[in-house]
């Protein structure tokens, strides 16, 4: 009898003992040791609970959610087929924050379908660490911020002419990894025309088509060590000695001028400008005692000795066997460029879609080449007999692509379509590929995968390899509005 009456004090006591344990487990569900994710714990309870998870953006299911996983910070940083999703430091470029952020008060581009995907939006406060996080350079739970210890390794320049912004990529990922404000007028778009690396690899300077400046930025940190006033003008070309310690700018308009800056000491030496008509491209030779330029219409190049750089002989060269010079012929070079040997000059011109190819040493014509239509930029191989020469090709009836001439044997071998639009041109040696910068402004270019937040559609970045002259598939980066011009460091 004594045990029959305590049994529903048993069984109570059980069933509170039971349930105290189950409560104590519910406390710590959820509670998952974050270190191993790379990310910082705040970050981590936000972006793999809520959105490395399975049919989202996990390992297992990245091939349909656009090639991204969020399972780890290190997986974050290898990017989606678009390319890269958060750019240190900056949220207003992060698409990250695009696709989780509902709060105007966070002022970044607000876009759909909302993440987490099929539940509920984040918070406001988780909003808010996600923004912070970025805004501080999305750093891992080690405080190490993506690609902070890349100032030897090369690095590409891409200026974005639309939205006053160079994109710095990862060669080697070929990821956009930060985004620099260029220009010095707020509220004004300057148009970035020109990225130069300098020879030493220690700097990279910007042009600007309507701005009146040249900027200096450090490669190792990207940080903008001042400008040079060269005044107004429409500047689109920059070339720099070997040096590294001078330069020498073009501006394209009918009574242009050459300005002639030291880098080193950030100031204007002179300007070229006895009788120039649109000087659109320069180049240098080796020992730095001749410019090569390209007006932008005739028939001729300005061929210009500064073994006296404060006195420059200018002499005009016909393009053409036994033609005078032409201020009105049918060629109008645009872009020039020399062989590394010296020996060769190449000249793009427009109004006939053709290179041409002439000898230094007298300047004779080797060979015309067709090539195809709005031709603009020129990029020499230095260990392969190659030359590349982009056509933007805008229009409905004209086809962007890529030109491949082989300069020593003076020959056609291929043209590509790398993308709508290509303009600028990028040569990494070393790893053999050529980078091509799609502006993608015509009305039939392809669809940006986002919205920009500058006016106008993004473009894109594709890539070249110059050992199997094929343009390399799965490789299609997002950059900003109109990626216009492109340098690399060495």
Known sequence: MEIHKNRPLSFFFIFFCLLFILLGCTKDIGKIDYRNTGYPQNVAEIVVRKCATA????????????????????????????????IPFRTDFSTLMYYTNSYDEFGTIQLNPKMPYGNNQLSKEEVKILYDWILAG???????????????KTK?????????????????????????????????????????????????????????????????????????????????????????????????????????????????ITDYQSGLK???????????????????????????????????????????????????????????????????????????????????SNDSLLATIPI???????????????????????????KSAVYIINYQTNSFISSLYAGPDSRGLALDETTKKLYVANQNISTDGTAAHHESVCAGKNGYITVIDINTLQVIQGIKTEVSVNPYAAGITK
């Open 156 to 268: 590409l320049y891409i200026t974005n002419s639309g939205c006053d912004v160079v994109t710095v990529m990862d060669s080697k990922s070929g990821l956009a990894i930060r985004y620099i404000d260029v220009g010095v007028l707020p509220g004004t778009i300057e148009s970035p025309s020109v990225v130069k690396v300098s020879p030493d690899n220690k700097y990279w300077y910007v042009l600007f088509k309507t701005g009146t400046i040249i900027q200096k930025f450090r490669t190792a940190d990207n940080v903008c060590e001042g400008s040079i006033t060269i005044g107004p003008g429409i500047w689109t070309s920059l070339s720099i000695s070997a040096d590294s310690k001078k330069a020498f700018a073009g501006d394209i308009q009918f009574n242009g001028k050459i300005a002639y800056v030291d880098l080193e000491t950030m100031q204007l």
């Open 372 to 398: 195809g239509t709005t031709a603009s930029q020129i990029v020499v191989s230095k260990t392969t007999p190659y030359l590349f020469v982009s056509c933007e090709g805008t229009g409905s009836t004209k």
């Open 278 to 360: 649109d000087p659109n491209d320069i180049c240098i030779n080796a020992t730095d005692d001749i410019l090569y330029v390209a007006p932008e219409f005739g028939n001729y190049i300005y061929k210009i000795n500064i073994t006296n750089t404060l006195t420059p002989v200018i002499s005009e060269i016909s393009m053409e066997t036994g033609v005078p010079v032409d201020y009105n012929s049918n060629l109008d070079p645009y872009s020039i460029a020399l062989s590394d040997d010296g020996t060769k000059y190449f000249v793009v011109c427009r109004k006939s879609s053709e290179l041409r190819i002439l000898q230094t």
């Open 55 to 86: 049919g989202c953006h996990n390992d297992k299911s990245k091939d349909a959610a656009g090639g991204l996983s969020l399972e780890t910070w290190n997986k974050l940083f290898e990017g989606a087929r678009s390319g890269a999703v958060v």
């Open 138 to 152: 999305a750093s891992n739970n080690q405080g190490y911020i993506s690609f902070s210890d890349n100032q030897s």
